[in-house]
């Protein structure tokens, strides 16, 4: 495992790997997947590379609700019946759950063994397997637990989002579309126009995220500054999506949707507190509601996001930090936010 960023390939990646394990000659390899891409996205990677005809698969639950440390303890369990030792290699082939928990798994796990990320979803490729995060969620509180490790590469194959439902599309589009909200207004102008996404439009724009994102963490890769600012609509977004994991009667949020509201929100705060044009914040409300629904979040339920809000990982001091728009293309970081602008901010969303 490797402290500078992890190379990322793309188009057909699959000699990068067959490369690295000719050359590494790990002691054994190891598939971590969940039941989706069990089913679907693991027998077209084994059939496109040539070296893991002997390798172990290690299946988790789908979903977010999963992605805890019951989990991870069942796979180090796996991981010790079946021999595993320190100059083993873990493949996370999977979405944002499998890379996280996958790359935390391999980083504690001996004090640490060898992972590669193979994301099979759009919010995957443009998010969760870039940058060196992982961790798990302590409960509903979103990724409490976790490492900045970065694996041996990244490998990006746009084929595995021919199996995906719209509505995962969709929640990766979020955060491309936020990368263009806070670095590159052009790329949020050609995003915010593009309805009927191609899987060709999609590879040179997951490409353009993945840059982007790149460039950000080289320049902060422990996120003690310039890197906050990939977490404009996180703050709310992520205590909008415990809110509705914590609430078995609510359905809960993918992590676009939640993030996408969270990004409506902080559009708003943004006026008052920034100055963004209010013109610009309908344009980003407008923009998100054309690929989104609009989700039901009462007034009253409020008082309890807020309360989450104390959990946010950018806080000092339990003063609760927020990363706003200037404009677009332009993010502030560290900006404090009172409870009443939030309660005017969840108005502006619901009006």
């Not at 790990?26 to 969940?34: A, E, R, W």
């Not at 693991?42 to 789908?62: H, Q």
């Not at 900006?335 to 005017?344: A, G, K, P, V």
Request: with cysteine; net charge negative; hydrophobic share 40%.
């Amino acid at each position: 495992m490797t402290n500078q960023q992890a190379p990322v390939h793309f188009d057909t990646p699959y000699h990068h790997l067959d490369t690295y394990i000719k050359e590494s000659g790990p002691s054994g390899i190891f598939i971590l997947v969940d039941e989706n891409t069990h089913q679907y996205c693991l027998p077209p990677f084994l059939s496109k590379t040539l070296e893991l005809y002997d390798a172990e698969v290690i299946e988790v639950p789908a979903g977010e609700a999963h992605k805890q440390i019951e989990t991870c303890s069942g796979v180090w369990n796996a991981l010790s019946e079946l021999g595993c030792d320190r100059n083993a290699l873990l493949i996370n082939l999977g979405g944002g759950v499998v890379t996280d928990m996958g790359g935390f798994i391999a980083g504690t796990f001996m004090r640490g063994i060898s992972f590669i990320n193979i994301p099979t979803t759009l919010l995957s490729m443009v998010d969760a397997s870039v940058g060196g995060k992982t961790g798990v969620d302590l409960g509903a509180l979103k990724n409490q637990v976790g490492l900045i490790i970065e694996p041996e590469m990244v490998l990006i194959d746009s084929d595995y989002l021919k199996t995906l439902p719209a509505r995962e599309l969709r929640s990766g589009l979020a955060e491309m579309l936020k990368h263009g909200l806070i670095k590159d207004k052009d790329y949020w102008d050609k995003l915010r126009k593009m309805a009927d996404l191609t899987l060709e439009d999609l590879e040179d724009l997951i490409r353009h995220s993945v840059k982007i994102k790149s460039e950000v963490v080289s320049l902060d890769p422990r996120e003690g500054g310039l890197r906050k600012i990939l977490n404009f609509g996180h703050t709310l977004g992520h205590a909008i999506e415990t809110h509705f994991l914590k609430h078995e009667q609510l359905e809960p949020l993918l992590h676009g949707e939640a993030i996408a509201i969270g990004m409506i929100m902080e559009a708003y705060l943004s006026t008052v507190v920034c100055e963004l044009p209010l013109i610009k914040a309908q344009e980003i409300k407008d923009t998100f509601l054309n690929y989104f629904d609009k989700t039901e979040i009462s007034i009253d339920t409020m008082s309890e996001i807020i309360s989450l809000l104390k959990y946010d990982k950018k806080n000092a001091s339990g003063v609760v930090k927020f990363v706003l728009l200037a404009e677009i293309g332009k993010a502030v970081r560290d900006q404090e936010i009172n409870n009443d602008m939030i309660f005017r901010s969840l108005e502006f969303y619901n009006s």
